[in-house]
């Protein structure tokens, strides 16, 4: 026996009658009792009943108390026993809260009991502290329903589901509804001029609706529909132009009918999405507050999106235009500050926004510095990993999450269209002025990386000089800074508000950039072709253990946009590597991307294989042109054995050679 279990007792037991259930709670050692509950049939109220452990366990020896099973649900819910939730929401139109929030809502008003369940039940009078909790919230709860969820809670498994309310009988009792006089203002064409609204025409009206409506039709359409093909009237020419009339005299409504009775039948938000659409009903919406309202830290939760810079950025080798690439923005939803960027060539990609996590994880600093750009702490402070993160349904829901289970709590994917759902970030988005001239383009002087370290500039520029005033509260103006998202991120940090996850370098390394192969040569490391080393590295001796012509193959990470740097794992240990730089390297050719120098080791490679194709064609080339001007062969002779002999022919041969040249000795 356990608590929720069913008793009866068959001809009473003290306080227990005859056919009524009660369910087993506790049995206390330590007070030498046992506590029941009964509820009604209705679920409306719960009494305690309390009984000495003794005569208890006596009772259920003797068969006074007989235990008859259990219930999984409270008896009051059997009708919707084993019924998905999910399944509940979708039968219901127009739902102004789910089941959900509900039962959310009345385990909120018990929460505070339930860690004190053993010390209530415990007590004298268990119902007079739950009473005395009721009495003491914020809003008033009555005690009875207040008792009624706590004991049902403990009762039926101690699940907030069993706090479901009772609407499985609602709107089932029958209704009879008739209405024989017309209600409203009266007409212009005579008091008595049309129909009233019965209940028949209300379904009528409901469902020429639900058949009708479509975002693109208006109002009009959607009722000269209705009358057509729902009520079944007919287009006639009247005394004052063409009129709907009905062909045996049903009654059908009038436009103010029709509209009124649809608005009352529906929910004002649903009906405004079908005549609208979601995005310009919740666009002309009343406001319901801002996102930094509901955060109270930095980096409690972040959201990410992407946008594409107009303008057309120039090629690698030729300069040519070709299409911009994609900026992914990271903004804290307390401050508004852009607190990491990643960036993918072309069109937004998973890529960009494990570059936005790296970004997040390390100091700012550092990850100016992979680009090249020197900047100060205090310029970007923004640094640390979120556990909540808001994603739009792009690339990124194909993140493995897996991955991140020590640091990421929940990952939030908006819908489809809804840019409002992460309206910091998409605020944050660089605006283009918009002209009504003939199409053009603008051909911008930068290659990808150089793009890149400008949209680096942007943002940084961005949290110094946006407007975050609807961020301050009255001690941030008290303090006396600017209402700039780098100020309040700065005023906030400084407090300690921040919920930062704070990563080591060479693990956010491990887990957020591309993992490539490379080879370890005698030489250096070659990444695609191109040299890489650091003194840390050559320290190692992993250089010496490579033989001649050999090379080991290591994992390397590198950022897509940018593969100045690069790092290998060596014995389980990250070093970073450095672009070796000659003397006759181009400036600002360190500075390329990872596709970019994809399509120059591909070019390598291709005229390597072109020298290695052509090598003995050019032999036999020059080797004919021998035999031209010879008329020998450029292998000519035969191999002996031995050594030659220094005989006398060879001394006379010597001799002549000496006095061809010249030479006197």
């Known amino acids: 026996m356990m608590a929720g279990s069913r008793l009866t007792a068959p001809e009473g037991c003290g306080e227990l009658v005859k056919g009524h259930d009660y369910y087993f709670l506790i049995s206390d050692e330590s007070c030498n009792r046992v506590r029941m509950v009964e509820f009604d049939e209705k679920g409306s109220s719960a009494k305690l009943l309390t009984m000495t452990r003794i005569r208890f366990e006596a009772a259920l020896e003797d068969g006074e108390i007989v235990e008859i099973g259990s219930h999984d649900y409270p008896p009051w819910l059997e009708d919707s026993a084993g019924v998905e939730t999910k399944w509940r929401e979708s039968r219901r139109v127009s739902a102004k809260r789910s089941y959900e929030e509900m039962v959310d809502q009345r385990l909120m008003y018990i929460a505070e009991l339930i860690p004190k369940r053993a010390e209530i039940l415990a007590s004298e009078d268990p119902e007079l502290i739950i009473n005395a909790h009721a009495r003491a919230t914020k809003k008033t709860q009555n005690t009875v329903r207040i008792r009624l969820w706590f004991f049902t809670y403990l009762v039926f498994g101690q699940t907030k589901w069993a706090l479901m309310p009772r609407y499985e009988p609602c709107g089932k009792s029958p209704r009879k509804e008739e209405n024989c ?35 693109d039709k208006t109002k009009d359409d959607i009722y000269g529909d209705s009358l057509r093909k729902t009520f079944g009237c007919r287009i006639r020419e009247g005394s ?23 608005k009352k039948q529906t929910q004002p938000a649903a009906l405004a999405i079908e005549m609208k659409g979601p995005s310009a009903a919740r666009a002309k919406s009343g406001d319901i507050g801002t996102f930094a309202q ?27 235009p070709l299409d911009s690439f994609c900026v992914v923005r990271v903004a804290c939803k307390l401050s508004g500050a852009i607190a990491a960027l990643g960036f993918a060539r072309g069109r937004e990609s998973l890529e960009a926004y494990r570059m936005a996590l790296f970004c997040l994880a390390i100091g700012k600093v550092k990850f100016c510095e992979l680009f090249g750009i020197s900047i100060e702490l205090e310029e970007w402070p923004c640094e640390g990993l ?21 640091w990421l709590a929940r990952l939030e994917i908006t819908p489809t269209h809804s840019g409002q759902s992460k309206a910091t970030v998409e605020s944050s988005h660089p605006r283009d002025k918009q002209l009504n001239d003939e199409a053009a383009y603008v051909h911008s002087g930068l290659n990808l990386v150089e793009m890149a370290r400008r ?47 704070r990563m080591p370098f060479d693990q956010a390394v491990r887990a957020f950039l591309t993992p490539m192969t490379t080879v370890i040569k005698q030489r250096g490391v070659y990444f695609l072709g191109r040299k890489y080393n650091s003194k840390e590295l050559t320290n190692t001796g992993i250089f010496d253990r490579v033989g001649s012509g050999r090379s080991i193959k290591v994992e390397a990470y590198s950022m897509t946009m940018c593969v100045r740097h690069i790092w290998i794992e060596v014995e389980g240990k990250l070093y970073e590597l450095n672009f070796v730089l000659s003397a006759s390297t181009r400036v600002g050719s360190e500075d390329i991307s990872l596709e970019d120098l994809q399509f120059i080791n591909q070019s390598r490679l291709l005229a390597q294989a072109k020298r290695r194709n052509e090598k003995v064609a050019i032999d036999q080339h020059h080797y004919q042109e021998f035999e031209k001007d010879t008329g020998k062969s450029w292998h ?9 002999k220094k005989s006398a022919e060879t001394q006379r041969d010597l001799d002549d050679q000496r006095r061809l040249v010249g030479d006197k000795a």
């Open 181 to 215: 006089k017309k209600m409203g203002r009266p007409s212009g064409k005579g008091k008595n001029h049309g129909y009233p609204v019965t209940s028949d025409m209300k379904v009528k009206i409901l469902d020429g609706f639900l058949k009708h409506k479509r975002v």
């Open 240 to 262: 004052t132009g063409k009129e709907f009339y009905h062909p045996t005299g049903d009654p059908f409504p009038s436009f103010t009918q029709f509209w009124n009775w649809v």
């Open 294 to 320: 509901m955060i109270g830290n930095l980096n409690q939760q972040l959201e990410f999106d992407g946008y594409y810079p107009s303008e057309k950025i120039s090629g690698i080798i030729e300069g040519a």
């Open 386 to 406: 979120s556990s909540q993160m808001i994603f739009d349904r792009g690339p990124a829901v194909h993140m493995n999450v897996s991955d991140a289970k020590d």
């Open 455 to 501: 949209e680096i500039r942007r943002a940084i520029k961005d949290n110094e000089n946006s407007d975050a005033s609807d961020r301050m509260d009255e001690d941030m103006w008290l303090a006396g800074f600017s209402p700039t998202p780098l100020n309040v991120w700065k005023y906030h940090d400084a407090l300690g508000r921040n919920h930062g996850i």
């Open 636 to 644: 000519a002779g035969v191999r002996k054995l031995g050594r030659p």
